[in-house]
């Protein structure tokens, strides 16, 4: 079939391009339900860390970091000092959005999970006043100059007791419920989320050694699902793929709550790496009906861009029975040419580059669609932010405490949330002469309801 292309079917292959060209405007042309937009915070801490990659967690007004990395883009040239502990968060952060007064504590090293609270990219999980962090990549000790380890092991801590600790200086024991330690766990680079009564453990990898370019983790291929009784894990089971190589071979993803059939489910967005060393582009469900489970991969819709872990909320409408998935900012396949006016693959060769992209990637009835706003008519980032950045919502604006509630919405700009750190890019591509950070402003985020 290739020779056939290259040789007499000119035609074709033009008729292929310009499908693709027109998908990609179709896809523009279709009609939004909202526009998203950020604006710098006037909340001013007076002392917060710098941070991408923590886990996260709050009570009342008060935000709880814990672990992440200092630095922006790890690097690949050094080995000697790439995901140096150096850049590790060596504090507990406690800050409240109310007063903008801040507290951190640091971490105390003789404490047996010392240095998992330093690692980056750890699963977790809140649960009302409960803080579940799974796995994460860092030193395997507190004297390890690389990070060279993932840990096997889930801290489970009463977040209020936690946060009165740091903010007193006390002893940060007395808020750890309890801890379990399993292979199973033994997860970065993934997500974690909870749905009535289990765990889902979503893809990730495995890495135990110092980063090395071109050297791969174990990656799980796998939705881990579990439950917790006595304090230990119990009902293990693994989704995998049936097809090879795997599609679930995925890591630094996003994770999506959705509804469908009146049942909470998860949507996977993109992750890295195929085996061409691009973004995955079709997404990932898992859903239920009838209480009977599945997961499946939607083969019919390709993502845009955005494929890299980033600042995420999903909006759902419980009239229309219709989930917007936001992906602000990140990495990603494709980026948009404001002056061509073209979506481009990569950057002038380098693949994956930093995006200032805002999608809205919407399910409902087992379909799934896209919108990706394209200035001017539309915001796009303010900035190349997004990769490894939190999204705090505004509580008051949730439904069942993982969606934006569409019916709360307005005509009109209506505050979200915010973006809080994550990594900031200078280019599209990095380089010495375009270095990354961590961003360190903090972002209002709003939503505008489209007619």
């Not at 330690?181 to 893809?203: A, C, H, M, N, R």
């Not at 796998?222 to 599609?247: E, G, V, W």
């Not at 939607?298 to 909320?313: I, M, R, V």
Request: aromatic residues 12%; charged residues 20%; proline residues 3%.
């Amino acid at each position: 079939m290739k020779r056939l292309l290259m040789s007499g079917c000119s035609l074709f292959l033009f008729l292929l391009l310009s499908n693709f060209h027109t998908s990609r405007n179709a896809l523009q042309a279709q009609r939004p339900r909202y526009a998203i937009s950020l604006k710098v915070s006037q909340l001013n801490f007076k002392d917060h860390p710098l941070l991408q990659s923590s886990a996260f967690a709050s009570s009342k007004n008060q935000w709880l970091l814990i672990g992440g990395r200092t630095e922006g883009f790890h690097g690949l040239t050094s080995p000697s000092t790439v995901f140096s502990t150096d850049n590790a968060n060596q504090f507990l952060w406690v800050l409240d959005s109310k007063t903008q007064q801040t507290w951190k504590l640091p971490i105390d090293k003789k404490l047996p999970y010392a240095a998992q609270l330093s690692a980056s990219s750890s699963e977790y999980f809140q649960e009302g006043d409960i803080l579940y962090i799974v796995g994460g990549y860092g030193g395997f000790t507190q004297e390890s100059k690389q990070a060279n380890y993932t840990f096997p092991q889930m801290l489970v801590f009463r977040v209020s007791a936690l946060i009165e600790a740091i903010k007193q200086g006390g002893n940060i024991n007395n808020a750890l419920l309890y801890s379990i330690e399993s292979p199973f766990l033994q997860v970065s680079g993934g997500e974690l989320t909870k749905i009535q009564d289990s765990f889902y453990l979503v893809f990730g990898h495995n890495y135990t050694s110092t980063y090395e370019a071109g050297r791969n983790g174990i990656y799980t291929e796998a939705i881990r699902k579990f439950s917790i009784k006595d304090n230990k894990l119990a009902d293990t089971l693994s989704y995998t793929d049936n097809a090879a190589p795997s599609r679930y071979h995925r890591r630094d993803f996003t994770l999506a709550p959705i509804m469908a059939d009146n049942t909470i489910g998860l949507c996977v967005l993109g992750g890295v790496f195929t085996n061409t060393d691009d973004g995955w582009t079709h997404p990932v469900y898992l859903t239920a009906k009838k209480n009977e489970e599945k997961v499946w991969l939607d083969a019919k819709f390709s993502q845009t861009t955005n494929q890299y872990t980033c600042a995420s909320f999903t909006i759902y409408d419980k009239k229309n029975k219709e989930n917007c998935m936001v992906l602000m900012g990140g990495i990603g396949q494709n980026q948009y040419n404001a002056q061509t006016k073209k979506w481009e693959n990569g950057d002038k060769g380098a693949k994956l580059p930093f995006v200032k992209s805002i999608s809205q990637i919407y399910f409902a009835k087992g379909n799934t669609s896209e919108f990706v706003q394209i200035p001017n008519e539309y915001a796009e980032m303010p900035d190349f932010l997004g990769a490894n950045a939190l999204f705090i919502p505004d509580e008051k604006m949730l439904y069942n405490q993982k969606f934006i509630d569409a019916g709360k919405l307005k005509q009109q700009d209506t505050f979200v949330g915010y973006l809080y750190g994550g990594i900031k890019a200078t280019a599209a591509t990095s380089s010495t002469f375009s270095p990354t950070m961590v961003n360190n402003k903090l972002y209002e985020v709003f939503v505008k309801k489209i007619k």
